[in-house]
């Protein structure tokens, strides 16, 4: 094989040195680096070759392959190629043509919505600037309760603050039409904690409502997982974890199997092996009062998604201040 | 918080490995993060006994210790100045890891290597407390008790066998912070049943109420208050098993008595609170309301000044402690102290979180009260301390308790319709199915009819008010991962992705080879004022650098440009699609009214054309680039309906402003940044920006389209140059073109400018293409000159143009 590979080599510095047109160009290429050519001959002959043998052989066969391409391209586009072409260099470079780029939270953003429309979904957005009723109390957040603690806020006076999470849009929504409502509210949200790698004072979530007769938590099950197959694929395992959200009870977190290190371990899943994707729950009915819906008609689930996270699993951005930094550097990667 | 294996198995029994445990309650909504194995932790130490003490032959503040470690003995050069020969110590073997450096600021880890030092072999290290992590001491090496056994592991000596739980409590549940509450899930999980360890007091024969009395002044802020007084009460270190059973849930021990009072709080989750009676004036205890302004001096020493409505607890003269959160240091549990006060209260959680959120102090107590504490614990809790108390400091417990408790809370019952239970979770369970449910969290069933559950709840639930509580624990219990899934989801409704034309506009600009960017919002004061209006300020800014909202997109593309520029970026071509803030003029500030946002989209170009290439001359962006991307966008989403209209309206960021109008209604502008603006921002190329409002431009969004048919008829096209004044701008030429030129008029092309000799100093020459297009004929050549001759005549008396022959 090594004696072919050198054999070849020689045959075709011959050969090339006989080229006189364009004809004799093509012949050389299906020659040597057709589909059926002597290099790809060899490249087949390379399967009946002991394993332990192959990686040296297919070094030197590629190299053999990239010696090849380089010289035949070099001489294709000198003037020898001639014939009735202008004789312009063909390799000299295009004239660019600027290249934009989406904000990868925007894509995620996006491709949420896309997943979301096809479940039947519209889109629903709300104020930055909320007031105390609209972010805590219509979401029964009694007065000075430590779930307030929950979500450290920025005020702007005594009542006006800067929305803490998407869900006062629930209320918006409820009281602006009759059910069925079935939305998402993508939007920016903020926090009062110091800026990391890990947290932020500003982020974006996606809020989801659906409210109608007879929603149950076997729907919200079902809609959820439809949502992570579609987002994260469909072999990905799922659970469902009690926990506490004021306007939502039950209230569930969703975990997946970790698609970082399927189950294996790693630092993003805590070597635990399951990742916290969203928080969800059916609508509390202090919440369906305060929109408007009567409870002993109406019920509905509700479900948030942190934006940046959804990204963080998706492309591996591990500092979330990057996001907002804006280096072209960044940003021309996705 | 931190919960005990071991702790948890004295109130349950549990069978479960700690995994399997970690992961049950976890999945009942107790999170359990991490725990840790005790017995696996300072692995590598053993107990030793010093056998001799030699002086080091070359240092004279070290020795040499021969060290017996069970079946070999050790030579372990020491430092310390306290060995000395038959103490039993701790001693690091070869491999171990340390946890504190002592002699390293920050006290980091570090591993036992045998060494020389100083010419002399140590095979191995006796450790101080503060090495240990046990203490803080580090001025000498730890001695153990005489009876110590050389060679025993560390972890054994110290009856380190223990699990240690690190559970995350949910803001509903105040009673899992304590070993009780915990126990009780646990039951719960596994069907066995938790039980309250058993009071022993021996009550004398002298009874309470002649040595203490208690006065509600707020009958709201303190709904119980119960008291149990001790006397002859001896303070000392309490014995190992109660100190390692703090120490091991992260608590420093103190003495007996503040030990117990802690070790009884961390099992009921009652906080409670012992005061030296001899320093409580009249022995009598009055909780009232603070006044504005009051001082106290807490056991921490600091002084803090109190809001009225803060409760406090008081004797017959002062305040001796913060109600909930701390107590005083005027009447201190001390080595002296002989007799005491011993309060297990009720107070408001709203009055204990305020207080403790404006004092900037939260302790366990405090984190107790504010999740509200059970009621009907006050005296059990009260007399397990009692029991305590007794056992470690031989104390006489006066007879009876004063418990002040004016409205005694009722016994509460809550209903739950089996179908609505069934309804909510899309379940099919029975009556009987769902009172075993409830049943495991200790509700007992009450009554029951085909349809309901009526069921007493016990006094530690006060999160369970309404019936969607009781369908939440049925959930629990049931197993979320046992609801069903249902996938058949119910697509009724069609839903129309997007409303405005934002996502449109996003992919024309990228299209385009813009850049899309996300800026924070907040941003500090001197980027917020640079705006036209009013910025809305943070009341509680995390930073200097987000005080404020931005009331334009611009100031922070300045800052990414910087950003850029200084890390080699040539030239720029971006975009963000954000919200602007403002506050309305005379607003009264508290009302959502008060203020108002706006969706803006912002293009910048700056610095190099994107047209390098070797075969063109390199140039910058100018503000013709820039009004060429915003017309090919209005162009393409609004048609015909907008004028962008040369007009310096003095922008503040801003020169060479054109206007940007849609039917009319002012959308935004596009201009040259102000170079001292730049400066700035240290940017020294030419920026220009444009900023359009997206809700305007949704206004007029309208994405229906309607086909209008092609012409079948030929264009004529006519060049015709006109010669102006240089001053005259181009657009009034083509506005005189188009308006002579009438409807046949379908296109005006300017192809050349110039200005020079040949067409006299001080004046320009406009070249235009012209085509005219008909609708239902073919023009012929007369009807084309005599629009053409209107044209030349109207921009002549319009423009005082001449035609360039």
Redesign the interface.
Known sequence: MVEKIRHIKEQFEADLKGVEGPADLEALRIKYLSRKGLIAQLFDQLKAVAPPDRPPLGRSLNELRAFVQNLFESKSSSAVAGGHTSGIDRS??G?????????P??QTI?EL??I??G?????AVG?????EYHNFTALNFP?????R??QDT???????L?RTHTSPVQIRVMKSRKP?V??IMPG?V?R????SARSH??FHQLEGLYV?R?V????L???L??FAHQYYGSSVKY??????F?FT????DMYISCIICNQKGCAICKYNGWLEILGSG?V??NVLKHGGCDPEKY?GFAFGMGIERMALLRYGIDDIRL???????F??QF | MKISHQWLRTLVPVMLSPEKLAEGLSMLGLEIERFEDQGKRLDGFVVGEVRSVEKHPNADKLTVCQVAVGTQTLQVVCGAPNVASGQKVVVGLEGATVPRDQHATGGPPFVLRRAKIRGVESQGMICSEYELEMGDDRNGIMILHSSAKPGTPHARHFGRSDVIYDVEITANRGDWLSHMGVAREVAALTGKKAAIPAVKLRESREHVSKHASVILGDKHGCQRYVALVFRNVRIGPSPMWLQNRLMSVGVRPINNVVDATNSVMLETGQPLHAFDNDKVGGHSIVVRGAKDGEAFTTLDGKTRTLKAGSLLICDNQRPIAIAGIMGGLNSEISDVTTNVLLESAWFDPVSIRRTSRYLGLSTDASQRFERSVDIDTCLYAAQRAGGLFQELTGAEVLKGAIDVYPKKRKQTLLKARISKINAILGTNLSVTRVSALLGRLGLEVQSSTADSVSLRIPSYRRDLIQEIDLVEEVARMYGYNNIDTETSARIGYAARADAGPEDDVRNFLVGGGFNEIVVNSLQKRSLALLGEEQPVEVLNPVSVDMEMLRTSLIPGALEVLEHNFNRGAKGMRLFECGKVFWRVAGGSEDALEDYKEEQRLLLVLTGDHFNRHHSEKQRKYDILDLKGEVEGLLAKFFLDKCRLIPYDNGKPLSVDNISIEIQGTYAGFLGRLRKEIGAKFGIEEEVLVAELSVDVLSSFWNKDRKFRSLNRFPSVTRDLAFVVAANVPQGNVEQAIREAGGELLSGVFLFDLYSGEQVGVGNKSLAYALEFQPADRTLTDEEVNGIVSKIIRHVQSACGASVRG
């Open positions: 000299l470079p004239r660019p043509r600027p290249v934009g780029t989406k904000h939270l925007t996006e919505k896309r979301f429309a479940m039947g979904f519209g889109v104020p930055d600037i909320e007031d007065p000075e309760h430590p779930a603690d929950m920025f005020f702007i006076s005594k009542n006006i800067l069925p079935r939305v920016r903020y009062n904690e110091a800026v004072v500003l109608d007879h149950t938590m076997s729907e099950k079902g809609t997982v439809s659970k469902f974890r009690p926990t506490f004021p009870e039950p209230s569930a059916m509390h009915p019920s996001y907002f930094e804006n280096d072209l550097r940003l021309k």
